[in-house]
């Protein structure tokens, strides 16, 4: 049992490392915020508190998708993870993003003095060092499954929402609490209060922004991406160099769950080959093909005409033929 809860804290370290550094500084900063009187920081409060709530439904997300596949849902439940995702999307921007700039609007309105900031920048201080530690433990986890790619690619292909969505929101946080310092400082400098209200509303339109982002990427996995192209080249070319291929005519891959994917094959056989033979052929290239691309769950491939395929529309599988599945 020890084991196993070390290895699930391994796993979601990412997550677990987030959700440490946001209750910790969470409640300092409803406490500063009580006692100075500051509206960034009180927002920078509610920020914490939205993303403690996430990294919860993502934990909540992971534990969910990890079940094994049965009769209902034959594909198992990797998908109930991007679902939670866009949940965490939509909650950064009603709530993170809603209250942080209502509550700037509000101290706009009605500005109320600020009372001494030294509370603040110390609360500040110490959030940007935990937000800083859990940001950096996002970073190093994400670059290991990046490769060569560039930050912004590799966020767009990856399969894995709990990794970029904290790194985002970290990223966000940062820069929250650079809003909320720089906020408060013009606040005393100017001994103007609304300055403050409007570093709230700032913040809020950063969390906005991330929201969209996030939403943007959590919708593409929810209805279905394709596995990455160097995947599916790899399916293309397994299934093309066995000599009585004639030719592959389609790869169709689908994320099934972040590490496991499904793939619809249609191939052209020559016509000299049996249905006996086929089929032994069909089960050594799903054999080789799981060697190399372990995260092949599910394996369709369909013998078919090159030309039929051809004239078949992408979108919808072709009428006719007939094909095998497995699942591992």
Do not use: C
Not at 148 to 168: E, Q
Not at 262 to 275: C, L, P
């Amino acid at each position: 049992m020890a084991q196993t809860l070390t290895a699930r804290i391994k796993d979601d370290i990412v997550l677990y490392g987030a959700l440490a550094a946001n209750l910790g500084i969470g409640v300092a900063k409803f406490v500063a915020a009580g006692m100075t009187g500051s509206s960034s920081m009180l927002t920078e409060g509610f920020h914490s508190v939205v993303d403690s709530g996430n990294q919860v439904l993502l934990l909540y997300g992971q534990r969910k998708a990890k079940r094994p596949a049965d009769e209902a849902h034959p594909f198992g439940y990797g998908r109930e993870l991007y679902f939670w995702a866009f949940v965490v999307a939509i909650l950064i921007f009603a709530i993170g993003a809603g209250v942080s700039i209502f509550e700037g609007w509000l101290h706009i309105q009605d500005p109320e003095p600020l009372t001494t900031p030294t509370i603040n920048y110390i609360v500040l201080a110490i959030s940007f060092a935990l937000e800083g530690s859990s940001w950096t433990i996002a970073v190093r986890e994400f670059s290991k499954t990046k490769g060569d790619m560039g930050w912004w690619s590799a966020i767009h292909r990856s399969k894995d929402p709990a990794g970029f969505i904290v790194l985002f929101e970290d990223s966000a946080a940062l820069a929250g609490l650079v809003i909320a310092g720089i906020g408060i400082w013009a606040s005393h400098a100017f001994d103007d209060p609304r300055i403050d209200g409007a570093a709230s509303i700032a913040i809020g339109l950063i969390l906005a922004l991330v929201a969209v982002l996030l939403a943007r990427e959590s919708k593409g996995l929810l209805i279905g991406e394709r596995a990455d192209p160097v995947v599916i080249a790899t399916i293309r070319k397994i299934v093309a160099a066995h000599p009585a291929i004639v030719s592959v005519n389609h790869v169709r891959t689908v994320h099934a769950a972040p590490d496991s994917i499904f793939a619809a094959i249609s191939a052209d056989f020559d016509d000299s080959v049996t249905m006996g033979d086929g089929e032994t052929m069909i089960e050594t290239m799903e054999t080789e093909l799981r060697a190399a691309v372990p995260t092949l769950s599910s394996i369709y491939i369909r013998p078919e005409k090159r030309e039929n395929a051809t004239l078949a529309p992408a979108t919808a599988p072709a009428s006719g033929g007939s094909g095998i599945t497995t699942q591992g």
